[in-house]
């Protein structure tokens, strides 16, 4: 019991002394404006991509149409806001963000009904497919409502997501998250990421559990997106094409599928690495930021194929109920991952 | 409904053309079970190789194409020699990703100024454009030349796989490579070979496309290698025969829908169908839909 | 476990040094170069697209940046240029990023770019919030100065909005060429080729004209037969092609290939000596900003030294970059400030600037005012003037 209590604190204790941190730095004035706007971005990777991590990570369910559901979050939430909300009016932000995540989770239950039962790269040629469905709307969005704005982009959300909401949000998700891989319906998942079939046998029924993770996870990503739309002042359908979900599926990867800090440590880092080749390589070597992203890109899942914690958490992220049975089960786990 | 057979013959080109792209990637992950992201851009390098031996070089064409099919095989071995086998036994996914890291390098390299150069590039045609009425039709040579290579290339494939000793070491390399292993196969060089036929292809793919839409650019490889990917994988991807079928579908598909339906939503409606192919096709149209083992 | 973890918490330890480092290092160099010595300085910041691919137009832009600020001797009035260059990707995201880059970190008195419409607009709202200057060599949407009504009071631009050459293009048509019908193909990802097209079209109809097609491609698409066909079947006298010239190039070559004798017709994007298909494009007409024929000193200085120094003739996007550059150069002259309040005002009052591509006067919304020039495309890879068209 007193055990139980120390991960929870610890868990509590990172994140006020990661907010402290931030804060200091902030006040400090070491961290400006544009290092902030890149923090800001890598949590609302870090929230994308977990909601990718519930689909693939911990379901196995391959999909490649991620952006499309992070965008229709985006879109969706800073429509509403850009028509009936204003600036400050953070009442309004919640309900758009709720907004985004309920068009991005319904469309997912409309689109995942179908198109689940598909396997592997099956899926995921389906998915991108849809995302690209998805694309082609935005481009044309304009024919059926103009303040969306079609291939010319939006603009005029209000601008009111801070740093502090986003972490807020960040938590929320982590927990979120958390608490769902480690319920019944979380476990359910891992069934069938490992053995559909067998999944099937126990009594899991596999389909619901498939869309129900499904679901969630492009609710996250709608999340992210709805957050996106109230912290970047334009959205334009190229920002949430193919390409950008395949940022999303390194991210999961490169963390380590199956590991919800993977996908945190890898969102923040992957953001931060981007950003940071800027100055590494200087002005006349600029050009060679995208060879040298590649190369990393490679060079680090040859180091790590199984990404960089792969079915491992922080100890401070797992419920205490689970660690001790956890330990005893450690050799169990290491042969399935 | 007017100029329906043009616009069939257009469909016919475009999905030939994807056929060229997709026949390299369908044998490639017949084998080894991988989506070779790369692909697109070996296929983007046979293109600017390709370019430069007949209009900078001087080449004769059928020269410029060897010289971009070795330079293709080289590159699909080395690849995979660096990229690929590593990560053979580990999580299908992870090869994935590094062919993803692929692609970006040789798109980034590639678009670097001592390297191909960022710009778009006019190509000038070795030979000129020839057309021919046929029953009201217009047919070029252009088209006639990617349709035979298409039949030539599927022939050879075929042959290669079914009639040759190493297409039996692939064939028994993509049951299993420890077997294989244990009946002897050499499962590295079949792999190897296998990559080099397979960027080969891409490479006479590439020089071909090149040729019928004379531009070519760091980044031209994407938007085909996706398309032909999704062709692939609409015909039962690591099938033969599958990838010209749904290469054909795709382009007939696509054009269809831009001449009758709407040039706007095209990409949209074209994979919605594709979609819903597979919905009722699970594994592609020649795909075998295996019962799940227990 | 325990020891795996522990290697895992090094390794984040490890990154967050790496990126601690990074903002220390970044921070610490950009306030060094600002308050150097007693010199009084202005620093400029061009946004512009050096990876990707559309690097190949943000290189144009970053050659005429540099070109015009050497051509400067690095002054401006009593300032003493620096610069920063950074590289946007073609992405909204990283645009808004290195925009806060700038002028948070850098510390950027003004700002030249971002290229596209898609990262310009963005960007200037991120500018008029910080009060930073910023003025786009070639981003071509209304919204980039004006939206929703609201004048974004320090954004600018070098180039016509997207309705003006449209329009310009369709009064050509009509009464110049004396034509009757047109068809219309453009990009549906691209606002630049969709607000050409959406101007001409209705401009052409309103003059009595007939848009026979309105058809759309997508950006990567080489294959365009399909529409094609259909509008070989119409056989318009008119085939207008608002893009860029690499794809017009393929366009034109594929209209021809399919039978179609309409007149091309095109704006701006065609403007490229190197790279225009001038073989199948002969004999079609776009509008732009200048002639490189123009015997006005400008010009020729331009044209001259930019040959001279990358060894190819500019193109629009480097004479647009080049314009850009020099309209902020004189406002920083005018000003003789480095107070990014006052470039605003200098901007803002602009008149009668001697550009390359005409006399600039910025009007109440930022954009410039000056007058347009019909080119012929000749097979022997120039351009032949035709006409001026003042607004």
């Not at chain 2, 430069?52 to 064409?61: A, E, K, N, S, T």
């Not at chain 3, 314009?323 to 000003?335: E, S, W």
Request: glycine letters at 10%; hydrophobic letters at 50%.
């Amino acid at each position: 019991m007193a055990q139980k209590k120390s991960a929870t604190w610890l868990l509590l204790l990172g994140t006020v002394a990661f907010y402290a941190l931030i804060k200091v730095l902030q006040l400090s004035g070491l961290m400006n404006d544009y290092w902030q706007r890149v923090l800001d971005q890598a949590l609302i990777a870090t929230i994308g991509a977990l909601g990718l991590s519930i689909i693939y990570g911990f379901t196995g369910q391959f999909s490649l149409g991620h952006a499309a559901f992070y965008g229709l979050g985006a879109y969706s939430a800073g429509l509403l806001d850009k028509l009936y909300g204003s600036a400050d009016n953070y009442l309004f932000l919640a309900i758009s963000l709720l907004l985004g995540m309920l068009v991005a989770g319904l469309l997912a239950l409309l689109v995942g009904l179908p198109i689940l039962r598909l396997r592997s790269d099956y899926l995921g040629i389906a998915t991108l497919g849809f995302g690209i469905i998805v694309k082609v709307g935005m481009d044309n969005s304009s024919k059926f409502f103009p303040p969306l704005g079609g291939a010319t982009g939006m603009s005029g959300v209000p601008q009111s997501a801070g740093f502090d909401l986003i972490f807020l949000l960040t938590v929320l998700a982590i927990i979120f998250t958390r608490n769902f891989i480690f319920s019944s319906y979380g476990r359910a998942c891992t069934a069938v990421r490992e053995d559909e079939i067998a999944a099937d046998v126990m009594g899991i029924n596999t389909t619901r559990i498939k869309v129900l993770s499904f679901v969630l996870g492009c609710m996250l990503a709608g999340l992210a997106g709805g957050i996106y739309a109230h912290r970047y002042p334009f959205l334009h359908p190229s920002s949430f094409d193919f390409l950008k979900s395949f940022d999303f599926l390194l991210i999961v990867v490169l963390g380590g599928l199956g590991s919800m800090t993977g996908t945190v440590v890898t969102a923040v880092a992957w953001v931060f690495l981007l950003e940071g080749l800027r100055f590494v390589l200087g002005e006349s070597f600029i050009d060679f930021r995208g060879v040298i992203y590649a190369l990393i890109l490679i060079i680090s899942i040859i180091l790590r194929p199984q990404g960089i914690f792969s079915g491992k958490e922080l100890a401070a992220l797992v419920p205490q109920s689970l660690t001790a049975w956890r330990q005893k089960d450690k050799e169990v786990t290491h042969v399935s991952s | 409904m007017e100029h329906v057979l043009d616009q069939i013959i257009n469909g016919l080109q475009l999905g030939l053309m994807y056929a060229l792209i997709a026949l390299g990637y369908t044998m490639v992950y017949g084998v080894v079970k991988l989506i070779n992201f790369a692909h697109g851009d070996v296929f983007m390098v046979g293109a600017f190789i390709g370019y430069f031996g007949f209009q900078h070089w001087g080449l004769p064409l059928p020269v410029a194409i060897v010289n971009a099919v070795v330079v293709c095989a080289i590159l699909g071995v080395t690849i995979e020699r660096i990229a690929y086998r590593p990560l053979r036994y580990a999580p299908k996914i992870a090869a994935l990703i590094s062919a993803l890291g692929v692609s970006l390098f040789l798109e980034y390299f590639g678009s670097l100024k001592f390297v191909f150069g960022p710009n778009f590039r006019v190509v000038q045609r070795p030979f000129e454009e020839v057309r021919w009425e046929v029953f009201g039709v217009t047919i070029t040579n252009i088209q006639v030349m990617i349709a035979v290579v298409v039949v030539l290339m599927l022939l050879a494939l075929q042959f290669i796989v079914y009639r040759t000793k190493i297409g039996m070491a692939m064939r028994t390399v993509s049951v299993d490579h420890n077997a294989a292993r244990l009946m002897g196969v050499n499962v590295d060089n079949t792999i190897s070979i296998t990559f080099a036929i397979g960027s080969a292809f891409a490479a006479v793919g590439g020089v071909l496309y090149a040729i019928a839409y004379p531009q070519i650019h760091p980044f031209m490889g994407i938007m085909p290698g996706l398309k032909a990917f999704t062709a692939a994988v609409l015909g039962g991807i690591g099938i033969i025969p599958g990838a010209v079928l749904g290469a054909i579908i795709m382009g007939q598909v696509e054009t269809l829908t831009s001449a009758f339906l709407s040039s706007q939503l095209r990409d949209a409606i074209a994979f919605f169908i594709l979609i819903l192919v597979l919905l009722i096709r699970p594994s592609g149209i020649l795909g075998k839909n295996e019962p799940d083992k227990v | 476990m325990c020891v795996k973890n522990r290697k895992v918490y090094l390794l984040l330890v490890a990154l967050l040094a790496v990126a601690l480092v990074v903002t220390g290092c970044g921070g610490a160099a950009s306030n060094k170069s600002a308050g150097e010595g007693g010199e009084k300085v202005v620093k400029i910041g061009l946004i512009t697209p050096l990876t990707g691919d559309v690097k190949t137009f943000g290189e144009s832009t970053q050659n005429a940046f540099k070109l015009a600020l050497e051509q400067a001797g690095m002054k401006a009035g009593d300032y003493k240029i620096e610069y920063v260059i950074a590289d946007d990707r073609n992405d909204a995201t990283e645009a808004v990023n290195v925009a806060t880059k700038l002028i948070s970190q850098d510390k950027v008195n003004c700002i030249i770019g971002p290229l596209t419409s898609k990262t310009t607009i963005p960007v200037s709202e991120l500018c008029n919030s910080q009060k930073i200057p910023m003025l786009t060599n070639t981003a071509t949407n209304p919204k980039v100065t004006v939206d929703n009504g609201k004048r974004k009071e320090y954004a600018f631009r070098a180039c016509f909005i997207d309705p003006f050459q449209g329009a310009v293009a369709a009064k050509f048509a009509l009464e110049n060429l004396k034509k009757k019908t047109a068809a219309v193909l453009y990009d549906q990802g691209n606002d630049y080729t969709i607000g050409l097209a959406n101007v001409f079209k209705e401009s052409f109809e309103k003059g009595g004209g007939q848009v026979v097609e309105f058809l759309a491609y997508s950006k990567d698409d080489t294959d365009f037969s399909a529409v094609l066909t259909k509008i070989a079947a119409k056989n318009p006298d008119i085939l207008y092609l608002p893009d860029y010239y690499q794809k017009v190039s393929l366009i034109g070559k594929q209209a021809r290939e399919k039978g179609i004798k309409a007149i091309f017709l095109g704006g701006d994007g065609w403007d490229s000596p190197k790279d225009l298909d001038f073989a199948t494009m002969a004999g079609g007409y776009f509008t732009n900003h200048y002639s490189a024929d123009d015997p006005r000193p400008e010009v020729k200085k331009f044209v001259e030294e930019y040959k001279a120094k990358y060894g190819s003739v500019p193109d629009a996007l480097a004479t647009l970059g080049y314009d850009a550059t020099n309209l902020m150069l004189n406002a920083i002259k005018t000003a003789n400030s480095n107070d990014p309040e006052k470039i605003k005002e200098a901007l803002q009052n602009t008149k009668d600037f001697p550009a390359v591509s005409g006399k600039i006067t910025i009007d109440k919304d930022g954009n410039p005012i000056k007058a347009a020039v019909i080119l012929q495309v000749q097979p022997d890879k120039t351009y032949k003037y035709v006409a001026t068209v003042t607004p």
